[in-house]
């Protein structure tokens, strides 16, 4: 054992030599009271199964782990040289030739990654490593679930780090590839221009920045990015996950495109030379590295920055529901990001590369740290934000109007929406305070870029009197859900392809009728007509394509 280098709120990480191999390895130990939940054990000990699988040159390695009540710990590659997050903090910024060197190489990492399945769901600048030789590695692979443990029990918590996370993950949509594709499209973006285009002094603006900003192009910034570089990142940003680019093999043709364009070399030596300007001996840099992305301080901080920036704006909000408010809520006016084009998600390399054995090891280097105290610390409570949503701005209705003539009303939405009223732009659901109307009807629009339309409600607002109106946006629409297809398929909706089977969150569609397909080219493809109505709203499908060569035509 070298060091122990940092302590969070869940693991003890130390450096340590592997005498056998002759080589330095960073283990992460669990805290006891982590390891003694029989769940997270279990959740921990499949983690490190899938990553043990990822065996790139852009995703740092898990070598092996351990796991039981007395010891839980992974072992994982050493790599010396600096995270990405601290090359941008000592330049400033990466010049753009230099940044499409770094994003080919996580794209391949990401890509190998997506195709066993394995989501990465906090990807940013502190989880990216950029070697002494140029090669820039993924790390904490899959374990942004076990570093949320204490609050995924509850359904709808927030998982990620805030200025990176994309907007399906904000209002509680499973994720899937083009979630990380969004993370890493806001992770180039700082890279580039040395802003993060999502920063804010609050959680909550951060959130309504994502859902709602229209970003400024990053040649506006630095006018020397190429316009074709512009439009890969904005895509990879877009909203929408279904105008993003549907995989991370598609976005590096668009790369390699843009590099073929502008002869730019996809060789690691100007990535190389990000380290080398730092001036720093590798066995510093190595530390630096480590500290970056693992070191208790700026995690262990962030995840208490986000908790106490929830608390502040819930005691706020109820401080603000509590006495009569006579101020109007201020409109709000946000233009949402689009693009034109979007490219269906192609399928994906089955190919997996099994990880040597390293049982021997793993229990050598157990027995090194059986002995070293652990802190102990307990993981910051997070409110739940989509689980409270309903209850803010409840407390009301007792406020009496401001002016004569006129009524208060407040929104709530299952999902999220941006709440348009007689034209007016007033933010983002939930309404923080009751806005004033005057008293007669208003065309309410409630708006959310993951739902095939807007949904319209009329409401009448009667003097001096308190309304809430609550809305599940899934009550306006059709649901498909795919649950199971084998042995895989494309699903097509109307000739749109929406993703590849296994397909996580439901499909969204307009009512009347749509033509489903499910298309794999061993099989003949499967259809089906499907007319979705108020009453007749949600369709779920288990296909085996293996039976139903000779009846394909009966669903024609």
Known sequence: MEEELSQSSTATVYRAFEPALGRRVLIKKLHPQM??????????????????????????????????????????????????????????????????????????????????????????????????????????????????????????????????????????????????????????????????????????????????????????????????????????????????????????????????????????????????EAGISPAVRGEATTSAILKKKPKTLAYIAVAAAIAVIAAVMVTQNLKSSRESFSPVQTPIVQTRDSIPPSAESKTSVKTPSTADTVASLANLISKSPSLETVAPQVVNLVDSRPLLGEAFTDTTPSISGSGWFSITCEQWASITIDHTSYGVTPTLSPIELSTGEHQIVLTNDQFPSPVVETVIVKLKDSQRLHIDLLDYFGVLRVLAVNPWAEIFVDGESQGQTPLAKPIILSFGEHVIELRNPDFPTWRKMVNFTSTDRTLELTVDLTKISDEVGQNR
């Not at 506006?220 to 890969?232: G, K, M, Q, S």
């Not at 976005?251 to 190389?272: F, G, H, M, N, W």
Request: with cysteine.
């Open 35 to 276: 390891t003694h939940d029989a769940e997270i054990r279990t959740r921990f000990e499949r983690e490190a199964q899938l990553c043990a699988q990822l065996e790139h040159t852009n995703i740092v390695r898990v070598f092996g782990y351990r796991s039981d009540p007395e010891l839980t710990m992974l072992v994982m590659e050493y790599v010396e040289g600096e995270s990405l997050r601290a090359v941008i903090s000592r330049l400033g910024r990466v010049e753009w030739r230099t940044a499409l060197v770094i994003l080919n190489q996580l794209l391949k990492g990401l890509a190998s990654a997506h195709s066993k399945g394995i989501l990465h769901r906090d990807i940013k600048p502190d989880n990216i490593l950029i070697s002494r030789q140029g090669e820039a590695k993924l790390t904490d692979f899959g374990l942004a679930t076990l570093e949320d443990a204490p609050r995924l029990t509850r359904q709808g918590a927030v998982v990620g780090t805030p200025a990176y996370m994309p907007p399906e993950q904000i209002s509680g949509e499973p994720a899937d590839r083009r979630s990380d594709l969004f993370s890493l499209g806001a992770t180039l973006y700082e890279t580039l221009t040395g802003v993060s285009p999502f920063k804010a002094d609050t959680f909550s603006e951060t959130m309504h920045l994502i859902l709602t900003a229209e970003l400024q192009r990053p040649s506006a910034i630095i006018p020397d990015i190429p316009p074709e570089f512009d439009h890969l990142i904005l895509r990879l940003l877009d909203k929408r996950p279904a105008r993003r680019f549907g995989s991370a093999e598609q976005t590096l043709d668009e790369l390699r495109r843009i590099a073929s364009q502008y002869l730019v070399p996809l060789d690691p030596e100007p990535v190389a030379g990000l380290i080398a």
